[in-house]
Structures are given as C-alpha cells and as structure tokens.
C-alpha cells in the first residue's frame, strides 16, 4: 500500500485538505459555527481535529497491513521448493512463520495411488520416525499424526501435530497442504530446528486396511534432506552494472552409479579485472532436479601459473594432481537451497592482480535409480559488478588442522573433538573493529554427525555462530545466518564436531582422504582481514606421550619405531576402555599447536607451538523447546477425507 500526500485549494484563511481521495469533493455545508451562521468552511480546530483522526487511522492501517505482512506467510504462498524423490514425483514446497513458529508444507503427489508416508526422524531412517501419513482402504481416504516405534512399526500419534489444510485434485496430481508447530512437546515427535533436516517419505501402491496394516519394509520409500527453517532476510538491491558468468560444466554424461563427484576447470578471461561477486544461483538442466545433489566453485592458488584443463570423475586416476590446489570456495549450492546473496556493503572479490584465472567446478551427482545415458550441463551462475563495494568478504577456515594427530576411536557413538581458535591469535589478526560472520559452511567427512561453531569473549560463551545438530556430510551448503556475529580481537571461536565410528574396525585420523576425517567451518565475513586459517591440533610431544603410556599398560607392543607414522601407532592401538578414555581425556586438556595463518599459508610471528586451551568458565544454557498451546480441542485421529474413489494405476 502507498500513501500520498494531496494537496487540494484551501479554504480561505485555513490549511489546505490533505488525504482525500483524488476527485472527491469535500461539502460542509451542513456544519454550523455557533452562530448558528452557515460557514463555507470548518472552524480551524475542527479541521485539525478530523485531519488528525483520519491521519492517524491511515497510519493504523499501515501498520497493520505491516503488521500482518510481517507474521506469518499466506498459506497459499511456498518460496522453498525440493524433489522428494528421483524421479519427481513426490514435490515438497514449504514456507516459514517465525512468529507462529509453525511450517506449512505443500505436497504434490504427481502419481497419486494409494497414499504416502511422509516425516522427519534423527538420520533420514524409518524407525522412530515423526509421520504424517495419507492412506486409503480403495474407498475411502485418511489422514492422521503418526509415529513409527524401533521396529518400524506404524502408531497413530495421540497428538495430532500434523494439521491438514487442504486436500485437491488438479491435472498436476493430488496437493496436501498442512501444517506443523517447530516444537510441540510431544515425546513422538521430531523437534524442527536449525541445520539440516532428514525429510523421508514413502508410496504405498496397494490399499491397506488400517495405518497398523501399513508395512514400512514393503514399500518404496528414500530419503530427502533439506534445511527446513530458511533464515528471514531481505533481499539487498543489487547493483546496475551487474554482469553474469555461468560455470557449468559441458554435457556430461551422467555415470549409471549412485554417487559421482565431476571436475570440470574453467579459465577466465586474460587480463580479467577485479570485480565483486554479490549473489549466485544454481542453474540445473532441466528433468535433472532430483540428480544433481550439490555443487561448489573453486578457485585455483595464484602460485601456479597455469592448471591442466579437464572434465571428469574428481576421483578419476586421470585427474591432474595440481587440481587438489583448487580450494578456496567462491560459491556453494546444495539441493533445496535458492539464490545466495552477499550482503550490500560486501562483495567477494575474484579477478585481478593476485587472483588466479582458473576456477574449478564440482558437481556432486546422486543417482540412485542408475539412470543410464542422461545428459547435464548444470553449474552456478555469478552475478557480479566492477563497481567494488565498501568491503571485500573473506572466508576463513576455522576447526581443526587436516592431521593424523586428531583420532577417533573405532567403535564410537559420538566422539567429540574440538578445533580453536584463540584469543591471542584474534587479537593479533583482527582488526579492532572487528569483523562480521554472515554466512557459513560446516564441513566434515563420511563420520560426522554434529557441529557447532560458538564464540566466546572473556571466558563466557557468548552465541552460536552456527549448529547443525543432525549434521550430514552428504549435504552441504553455504548458509545464511539468522543475524550477523561480530568478532572482535580477542575473541574464541571453538567448534566441535560429533563423530560416529561404529562401522569402522580401524581409527579415523585426520587428513584429506574421503575416509580420513575434518572438522571446519568455513566462515564468510566482512571486511576482509589477511586471517585466512584458524584453527588448532593437539601438541604431537604430548600425543606421543600417549602412545608411550598405552604402550606401558597393555600386554600388545605398539609400534614405537621412528619410521612408524603416527596413522600405523594408532593403527597398532588395541581399542580398550583405557586407551579411550585417556585418548579422550588428553583431547580435553593437552596443550594445543595454533595455527595463526595468513593466506600465503605462513604463520602470523608469535610463538603458537604448547598454546593452552582456552579457558571457558561460564556456557551458553541449553535451549528448551517452547510449545505452541493448543486453539480449540485438537482434530480426531484419523482425518476422513473426500479424494473420491481411489483406483490402482
């Protein structure tokens, strides 16, 4: 709604009328003055006093309108948008309300049949799973909350927190729209928080008597993840010089295997000036939707000269080594995500003197139905501007160190291993107005389960820079925060990470290798300072005082040669209690080797060898869920609705 000001030809010896509709025209003959006497015009207070009403009420109605903008999304209005499935034909489409703390959900069942599962659970399994589940006996239809127990096996949920909205036919297939509160205090059901969220689903192709009748083996089902809880930022103004580049890689045939990762190099023009990336987008081939999993742009190290070009496999024994010197992201996409913009006063500079020319392109392709003989030419379309803005963004490696010397056991549920970066290297490398962390990416390897990144000043947790409680190495994005975290010199930013090593026989060291193991976060900030790594890794005197003392307490002699890397000493350990817990224990309060680095990979002068850990004296209290209370008695398990006769394909 816009108002305007309209000035129309005042009364003699008063104000001219303000608001009144174009056109209109304004009679007071009826209004007296005391008099008695007719007056062409009110008295000056009266018109002040009405110019005043109407005034205010046209301020109420903007505020309101606001107001109501500002609450909760139209329930027919869903900007996010995922396949559920390969081959589409499962739609999720969803939309956020903050203030109502509630999701609504669309769902479009192209094919529909005889129902469909679908829910949330802890890792994308169908055991203890939260449920909303649609079913139908071949007659009639239903809709209720459920919940699956450790077998799997279905139970109508006592609280329905699934809320249906909507049902219809239309020539596309059959929408579903309901809702779900983020927390609803029900023991059954999943909390919906931040960071990724395993979505599964499931087709039942033949009617079933009962929601008990449902077997969850027998049907076709998979697994989704997405981030449901999309941060609620405007969109800045880009600018109007802004040009577009797109990195994609040229018809790549689709390997017929469940997983492939494609290398694709790209050169950019000689003598390309500096510029500012503001946003990116993907930019999928279309039919190819559900495939194409993740994508990522790197730029190559400036040291080099020149890079071989090449497109295939990234695991390919073909692939030039120097292509591992291409790292340092530019932009990230994974499935689910929309449009990455950068803040108005930051762009990310790429071009120019110091820069390298050669970008490489990723592309992870999930392809679990081995289509054969598809075709792809997707990638990530720049947007950037010559015009540099206020602020060049940085990213900045934060965790641990890619070495050996950090471990996990074999056997483990969730080990914990923590990466610091201290006050003494933030007071050295920040500037003292300190910087300001607007996005972030987590990143670990096939183990990791949760991360945190927490920033700490003065010895107390302060916030959350970023969590991800259900974490998946198979799906990573760089995402926008909620709000921006200020950094200052003299800050801590410790992150954590949840490791699960239960299918392995062997440690898990750190290192670059796919079955190695990370811990980092990589956050984009502003303005661009020469830290580009902070991160740590326990003392390896004091790691190799550990592999004597196992060896002093077990019976098995632990390869202790000076040849005997430190991967085949923990290699040699025999995973007992003991060597756990002191293997944990010395995590916990070993003195750590900092790694203070600028982007040429050179250390900031300090001494940063035998660094004590940070000191935290006060923690950040565990949030509780708050529940939405209940309006009205809640809907009568199952929902009987009217899709017509259901009939088999």
């Known amino acids: 709604m816009q108002l305007r000001s309209i000035t129309y030809p005042a009364c ?61 999304p139209r329930e027919n209005y869903f900007p996010y948008k995922v396949p559920l499935d390969p081959q589409s034909f499962l739609e999720l489409s969803w939309n956020v309300s903050y203030p109502e703390q509630v999701v609504h959900f669309q769902l479009l069942v192209k094919e529909p049949k005889f129902g469909l599962l679908f829910g949330m659970s802890d890792r994308g399994e169908f055991e203890n799973a939260d449920l909303a589940v649609l079913w139908s006996d071949g007659h009639s239809s239903y809709f209720g909350d459920a919940w699956s127990d450790e077998k799997g096996q279905l139970h109508m949920d006592s609280q329905q927190d699934y809320q249906l909205l909507k049902a219809h036919r239309t020539p596309e297939g059959l929408y579903l729209v309901f809702k779900r509160a983020f927390s609803t205090c029900d023991p059954k059901d999943y909390l919906i928080e931040d960071g990724t969220v395993h979505l599964i689903y499931g087709i039942l192709e033949k009617p079933v008597r009962s929601l008990q009748a449902i077997n969850i083996s027998a049907i076709h089902k998979g697994l989704q993840r997405v981030q449901l809880l999309k941060p609620n930022i405007s969109t800045p103004e880009l600018p109007r010089d802004m040009k577009t580049m797109e990195i ?22 000689d003598s390309f000036p500096r510029h500012h990336i503001v946003m990116y987008e993907p930019v999928i081939t279309t039919g190819n939707e559900a495939i194409v999993h993740h994508m990522e742009v790197f730029q190559c190290a400036a040291e080099f000269d020149s890079f071989p070009h090449y497109n295939g496999p990234c695991d390919s024994k073909m692939k030039p080594d120097r292509l591992n010197f291409c790292r340092h992201v530019l932009a990230a996409w994974a499935m689910g995500a929309q449009a990455f913009y950068y803040p108005e006063e930051a762009g990310l500079a790429f071009g120019g003197p110091g820069s390298s020319k050669y970008l490489r392109l990723e592309i992870h392709y999930h392809n679990p139905l081995v289509f054969k003989g598809r075709h792809d030419s997707s990638g990530i379309r720049l947007y950037y501007t010559a015009t540099l803005r206020r602020y060049d963004a940085g990213i900045m490696e934060l965790g641990l160190v890619y070495t050996p010397v950090m471990a996990i056991p074999p056997g483990e549920a969730g080990f914990l291993l923590n990466g610091y970066c201290t006050d003494k290297c933030t007071q050295l490398a920040l500037p003292p107005a300190g910087i300001h962390i607007f996005a972030s990416q987590l990143h670990t390897h096939l183990t990791g389960r949760k991360v945190v990144t927490i920033l700490s000043r003065e010895g107390r947790e302060r916030e959350v820079v970023n969590a991800d409680n259900h974490y998946s190495p198979h799906f990573q994005e760089i995402r926008m925060l909620k709000k921006v975290v200020s950094v200052f010199p003299g800050d801590v930013l410790i992150t954590t990470c949840m490791y699960n090593t239960e299918d392995r026989n062997q440690a898990t060291v750190g290192g670059f290798s796919i079955t190695d193991e990370m811990c980092v976060n990589y956050v984009h900030y502003y303005p661009q300072t020469q830290l580009e790594l902070c991160k740590s890794a326990v003392d390896s005197g004091y790691l190799h005082r550990y592999f004597n003392l196992v060896n002093r307490f077990n019976d098995e002699e632990i390869c202790m040669c000076p040849q005997a890397s430190v991967t085949q000493q923990f290699s040699s350990i025999p995973w007992n209690a003991f060597n756990r817990d002191v293997l944990k224990s010395l995590y916990d309060f070993a003195p750590i080797s900092m790694h203070c680095n600028k982007s040429s990979a050179v250390r900031f002068p300090g001494e940063w060898e035998k660094q004590p850990l940070p000191r935290i004296t006060r923690v950040l209290p565990e949030s509780a869920p708050s529940c939405q209370p209940a309006l009205g008695p809640p809907p009568a398990p199952p929902a009987l609705i009217n899709l017509g006769r259901v009939k088999a394909e």
């Open 12 to 72: 003699p010896g008063g104000p001219a009328h303000k608001w009144q509709k174009p056109g209109a025209r304004a009679s007071f003959s009826s209004m007296q003055t005391t008099g008695n006497k007719r007056s062409p015009c009110p008295s000056f207070r009266l018109r002040e006093v009405a110019s005043m009403y109407f005034t205010m009420i046209m301020v109420f109605l903007v505020i309101l309108v606001v107001a109501l903008q500002g609450t909760a």
């Open 248 to 269: 994609r890689a040229p018809d790549v045939v689709i390997p017929s295997q469940e997983t492939t990762y494609w290398c694709y190099m790209v050169e950019l023009p």
